[in-house]
């Protein structure tokens, strides 16, 4: 008893620490990786290459003052950012990082923090509940820009997390799990296993709504800077614009997670003969594969207009995650049968 | 332990269901639904039906909710700040029907002497959502056909009524 407890508080505190961080020096990896791609340098003043640059920024924003608008909703406007952070920091419960169990202090611990029969349901449920944060921020800042950008987004994220759930529907019908622990190791044995090559159209689909939801370029209507300012959180400032901030960088990384693990196997290595490379690394190097798509993405493409949004959304990814659903399930029924 | 986890969701689904009702805000009232639907999530979770809880929290907190927020938000609905709202007596006389409905139901009904802490015996060794599938498609096969029905109709009707208008502006 005393053992498990132990066991979850250090995996806790270690993903807690590992989260974080990554979040942190995501902000430094997008301003190098669009400043190379426009042909700069990025962040190169504070430490060597910049390195220092989100520990001087984390500074800056905490000792910045928290102005909140005199005519705001200012419960709502004080709680929203938290909303926003708190699913996007707890979803990651269920996401396993490795294979094998390891020890610390005498004490072993899994590469998880709980392995619940419903992991994907878990995933996608509190996704949709970090939407209220945007929502109710921009309705509470009471200002118009605010407000379009909370409405676009409710719109946006509504009609995006449908075809993401849609779209890993193929992969639990092949994997006849929920468990992302259970995915993962029926991905098991060579890259040919993983399901990225069954479900390629559920891939490009959950790819694209993923970007949708965590508001990124070219989906991001709902900070559009040209027209909206900076969307919801154009009156935030200090560490309640930063929650906003962590929470956007916090559920690319889910995302990056969630694809990782339902279309490119997770911890497994590609090839047996790669197998002395520790899970954990397989796991890093593909999360961080989907983040550099991020960045790249967001250097290559203009924002999208609101109506093509929608259409594309709903008459063309919609139909085509039904199609595959159908289609999967029918082959699995064949095959098994 | 399930004894104080019950008392405390059920007593957070009473008072956010009060607070939705008794808030004058509307946007006040749909983020105490909000609430509750998570506390009724989390008696889900208790009665081990974790399949549920993330239903229900991707359905009600995830779309409909969100829906009810956007609708609010666009009506721009006035709220006076006030917290207590005084009824019209129509919704009195409503609320003593409710309220004698329920003391009738309680008093005929016996409580559980407690949780069902282990699975029915009657239910497959199968994970959660295996079970929720398995009865879906067989036993209640008719029922859960029945409902998808009425939701094409509604959807149809939906498309119906936005669309009409458009035509003949």
Known sequence: MLNDLASAVIVIVAVLFVLLTTVAYLTYLERKVLGFMQDRLGPMEVGPWGLLQPLADGIKLISKEDIIPSDADKAIFRIAPVISLVPAIISFAVIPFGRDSFHFLGITTHPYITDINIGILYVLALSSVGAYGILLGGWASNSKYSLLGALRSAAQVISYELNAGMSVIGVLILAGSLSLVKIEAAQSGGFWHWYIFPQIVAFVIYLISGIAETNRTPFDLPEAESELVAGFFTEYSGMRFSLY??????????????????????????????????????????????????FWIRATLPRLRYDQLMKFGWKVMLPLSFANVIVTAIVVYMVRH | MQMALFAYFGGAVVLSALFVVYFRNPIYSAMSLLAMFMHIAGLYVILEAEFLAGVQLLVYAGAILVLYLFVVMLLNVQSRGRFLQRQTPLVAVIGIFA???????????????????????????????????MVLYTQYLFPFEIASLVLLIALVGAIVLAKGKLKYR
């Open chain 1, 245 to 294: 901030y962590l929470a956007e960088y916090a559920n690319m990384i889910m995302v990056s997670s969630i694809a990782t693990i339902l279309f490119l196997g997770g911890w497994n290595s590609p090839f047996a003969f790669l197998d002395f490379v520790p899970p954990f690394v397989w796991f890093m190097l593909k999360v961080y594969f989907f983040l550099f798509f991020f």
């Open chain 2, 99 to 133: 309220a004698v409905d329920v003391i009738a139901l309680l008093l005929h009904t016996r409580f559980y002497p407690e949780l069902p802490a282990i699975p029915h015996p009657g239910v497959p060794t199968l994970g959660n959502s295996e079970t929720i599938g």
